[in-house]
Each structure stands twice: as C-alpha cells, then as structure tokens.
C-alpha cells in the first residue's frame, strides 16, 4: 500500500527557514514523480516544487525559486522541501504528492495529475 507521510511543519518566524519530509513507502518509483503542494486557508491547491528524478528534472513554482530546495532520496524516496526565507503568505497545510504513470511534467501543476496524496504538515509563518 502506498503511503506518504509528510512532517516537519510549524511555527516560524517571517524570514525563518523549515524543512519538510515526506516518508514514502509501498511503491517503487521508477519513471513517476513526487511533489510538494501546499494549500492556504480559503485558496486552492498549489504546485510547489516537483522531481522526476529518472529524468533528472526539477521544477519550482516562480514564487519559491530560489529559496526553496527540493531533494529526493532514491534509497528509500523520502522526499525534502527546505524552505528558506520564509513569507507570511506562505502560511498553509503542506502536501506531498506521487504520479507513477510516468508521464512527463508538462502538467504538474495541476492537481489532477497526482494519483496519491498525503494528510498534509501545517506551517505557519508569522511576523
């Protein structure tokens, strides 16, 4: 069974740093993907940032770029967002995500293009 467990989330200060993780397990990844989408009160689901590291590509979402980083680690597919200078707006429950279709990353940022889905890690970002 698949299963990913994000953790990692809190309260931190504006211009504050957290790292996520997301724990995978019950799945070999193959030529799939993994993400972090993140979901602030009242606003939709938003790609983050994206790895498909069969084809050693890495995208960010414009506003994070540069500040975030995003990791994989093949042995176990744990998955980390390091998140630096962090924005008050930037206050929502964090998601991770897992395609294993396969397909390329021209979609990645919608929501429907992820089969699987953890229960989110909130952080809150505050002045």
């Known amino acids: 069974v698949v299963q990913l467990v994000e953790s990692g989330g809190g309260s931190v200060q504006v211009g504050g740093s957290l790292t996520l993780t997301c724990a995978a397990s019950?799945?070999?990844?193959?030529?799939?993907?993994m993400a972090w989408f993140r979901q602030a009160p009242g606003k939709e689901r938003e790609g983050v940032a994206v790895i498909r590291p069969s084809a050693h590509i890495t995208y960010y979402y414009v506003t994070v770029r540069g500040r975030f980083t995003l990791s994989h680690n093949s042995a176990n597919n744990t998955l980390y967002l390091q998140m630096n200078s962090l924005k008050p707006e930037e206050t929502a429950v964090y998601y991770c995500?897992?395609?294993?279709?396969?397909?390329?990353?021209?979609?990645?940022?919608?929501?429907?293009?992820?089969?699987?889905w953890g229960q989110g890690t909130l952080v809150t970002v505050s002045s």
């Open positions: 019950g799945f070999s990844l193959g030529s799939g993907s």
């Open positions: 995500a897992l395609d294993l279709s396969g397909r390329g990353l021209v979609a990645w940022d919608r929501i429907s293009h992820w089969q699987y």
